[in-house]
């Protein structure tokens, strides 16, 4: 059974740091990753999705990673801003019904 | 362009009342999925449907049914509501089952 995993749980911060997230996921059966972010009280947001087939997916300030064969994934948030706290959630594209498996979360508050 | 919307944000109910959460999306998408968000336990995917006409089962089925009589819009009820349900209640879309997904900003129900 595909579960997925999200280290830390929560994570300060101070701005302009650089900060990795990571994400793990058990059967490398995927067909995709996503990153999402979710604002208090928000809807999800989705941040980056990478193929199977990929490595990385960079989107302004953000880099995601996959590396299948180990199940991880990481995203890199470059000179961190108080705007980017929030709670970034991870989720893998898997089995046959392809639905997403989601992990639980690592909360980011960026402090100024 | 709304994207995905959801109605009411926010509901009351008494254990045993019933209600109907409705989500609407103005991207043509065929798939749009139902999901309840839960401290300590991630997002769970309740119903689905790959398309007009169809329905599906998720993770957490139970107590829940859903119609999908037009593309635009997916229907969540609950016939007889119990304080278990209370959560917030997240409506997705997705043109294809492994592409991302545009989330609602939520319905926060509380069963008393």
Same mark, same amino acid.
């Given at each position: 059974?595909?579960? /997925? $995993? ?13 900060? /990795? ?36 997916? $960079? ?14 994934? $990481? ?11 929030? $709670?970034?959630?991870?989720? /893998? ?16 508050? /960026?402090?100024? | 362009?709304? =994207?995905? *919307?959801?109605?009411? @944000?926010? %509901?009351?109910? @008494?254990?045993?009342?019933?209600? *109907? ?14 999901? %309840?968000?839960?401290? =300590?336990?991630? #997002?769970? #995917? ?10 599906? @089962? ?9 119609? %999908? #009589?037009? @593309?635009?819009?997916?229907?969540? =009820? ?29 319905? %926060? #129900? *509380?069963?008393?």
């Amino acid at each position: 059974k595909q579960e /997925v $995993t999200q280290i830390p749980a929560a994570l300060s911060v101070p701005e302009g740091e650089n900060l /990795v997230l990571n994400c793990s996921f058990t059967d490398s059966a995927i067909y995709n990753l996503q990153w999402f972010r979710q604002d208090p009280g928000k809807g999800l947001t989705s941040l980056l999705l990478i193929q199977s087939s990929q490595r990385e997916q $960079t989107s302004g300030r953000l880099n995601a990673s996959l590396d299948k064969s180990s199940g991880r994934s $990481t995203l890199y948030i470059a000179a961190s801003q108080p705007g980017d706290s929030a $709670t970034y959630l991870c989720a /893998v594209n898997a089995g046959n019904n392809r639905k997403l498996i989601w992990g639980l979360g690592t909360s980011l508050a /960026v402090n100024p | 362009n709304a =994207g995905v *919307t959801q109605t009411p @944000k926010f %509901r009351v109910l @008494k254990t045993g009342q019933s209600m *109907t959460l409705l989500c609407a999306q103005d991207m043509n998408h065929e798939y749009m999925y139902w999901y %309840r968000q839960d401290p =300590g336990m991630g #997002l769970r #995917l309740i119903h689905y449907s790959v398309g007009e006409g169809t329905t599906a @089962k998720g993770e957490v089925p139970d107590g829940y049914n859903v119609s %999908r #009589l037009k @593309k635009q819009n997916f229907l969540l =009820g609950l016939e007889s509501a119990a304080p278990s349900q209370t959560s917030v209640y997240f409506c997705a879309s997705s043109s294809g089952s492994s592409d991302t997904q545009y989330f609602g900003p939520g319905t %926060r #129900l *509380t069963v008393l």
